[in-house]
């Protein structure tokens, strides 16, 4: 009697609990969970949009203006200690903010089990792009190494072969020697060609693809600010983007100011760059009425670009920003310089993983 009147009572506490976990999947999984705060959050879209746009344009200009100011110089030691401000940011972003947001996004209980809870896809989309940004740093270094080279043989073999006046045998003697001579003389030189050669590809490369992570994280994070139509979501993620976007700029913009791209390029990189999340913004404003976030074709398009971006960007701020500068010969002979490097990077990895409090 006493154990039928125990499984009375388990019954009707399963039969009591039941409902309120489906009914509560159900609406969330329906958009009908998000919390409307009292106000108008356009107001605060339109705020966002402002500070955003501010934020970004500052950053991502002043490592650009180290062309008038001795501050912002790339030779400057205090440029060193920025840059890996920057990269801590960058890095705490793709681990802290954007891949932890991936896994949740491919696990939400919105989508199906089959396939998406039973494969850690967000861990192998990162991975997968980490591995394609490697290709493609590998693969366009040495395609404009050799386009370079191939142009510049080109126009050694031209200037050899300029007439010289005298009989066939003995000009082809004095060519081919010559030619060696030459060919010598340019040996001589070459560590120091390619290597500025090299340097100035390498940057080139890294900005595009350092920036190409950030807008597409940029544009994901824009539309869900401007699709939200909760305050107490918009309120907090104002100030953690401006901060986010002020720092990545510079983290770009120094890439940007090392690469000494022509300057319509570098308005174009820039100007990409600052527009990218207000514009994501304005998007979301627009299709905030038919926008269902926790839609499976939100949810699966949000993850899988949220998963490569923060491969992207791990990959871009260990190997391109930190592994360049922590092992460049001018740090490893300054300790005080590497010390201030190191802090720099905690303080940068610190403060934006403190952000994600809020965002």
């Known amino acids: 009697m006493a154990n039928l009147r125990k499984m009375i009572m388990l019954s009707s506490l399963i039969l009591v609990l039941i409902p309120p976990t489906v009914s509560g999947d159900y609406t969330a ?35 650009l203006l180290g062309r008038r100011f001795k501050l912002f110089l790339p030779e400057n030691n205090i440029f060193f200690m920025i840059k890996a401000f920057a990269a801590g940011v960058i890095l705490a972003t793709g681990f802290i903010h954007i891949l932890p947001d991936a896994f949740a996004t491919l696990t939400s209980p919105c989508l199906s089990q089959n396939p998406w809870g039973k494969f850690p896809f967000a861990g192998f989309v990162a991975m997968v792009a980490s591995i394609g940004t490697l290709m493609v740093d590998t693969i366009a270094t040495t395609f404009y190494k050799n386009l370079h080279f191939k142009n510049s043989k080109q126009v050694k073999m031209d200037d050899d072969e300029a007439p010289g006046g005298e ?6 003697h004095v060519h081919v020697h010559t030619h060696a001579t030459h060919g010598h003389a340019h040996g001589a030189h070459i560590p120091t060609d390619e290597t500025s050669l090299s340097d ?7 900005s595009q693809v350092l920036e190409l992570g950030i807008v597409v994280h940029s544009v994901i994070i824009g539309v869900s600010l401007g699709a939200s139509k909760s305050i107490d979501t918009i309120k907090p993620l104002i100030f953690a983007l401006s901060f986010h976007q002020f720092f990545e700029g510079m983290g770009l913009g120094g890439c940007i100011s090392e690469a000494k791209f022509k300057s319509m390029t570098t308005t174009v990189m820039t100007l990409f760059f ?19 976030e926790n839609s499976s074709s939100a949810l699966i398009v949000e993850g899988i670009f949220n998963s490569a971006s923060s491969g992207i960007l791990i990959y871009m701020a260990l190997v391109d920003l930190l592994a360049a500068d922590f092992m460049n010969p001018r740090m490893q002979a300054n300790a005080r310089l590497q010390l201030g490097a190191h802090v720099s990077l905690l303080l940068g990895a610190g403060c934006m993983s403190f952000l994600a409090k809020w965002a």
């Open 29 to 63: 999984c329906h958009g009908q969970t998000e919390h409307h705060s009292k106000g108008d959050p356009l107001k605060f879209k339109l705020a966002a949009i402002a500070a955003v746009l501010i934020a970004g344009a500052i950053g991502v200009t002043l490592p």
């Open 274 to 292: 600052s527009l990218t999340t207000p514009v994501g913004i304005g998007v979301g404003i627009g299709i905030s009425s038919v926008y269902k």
């Open 200 to 206: 100035s590809v390498r940057q080139r490369i890294i």
């Open 167 to 172: 009989d066939d045998e003995h000009a082809g």
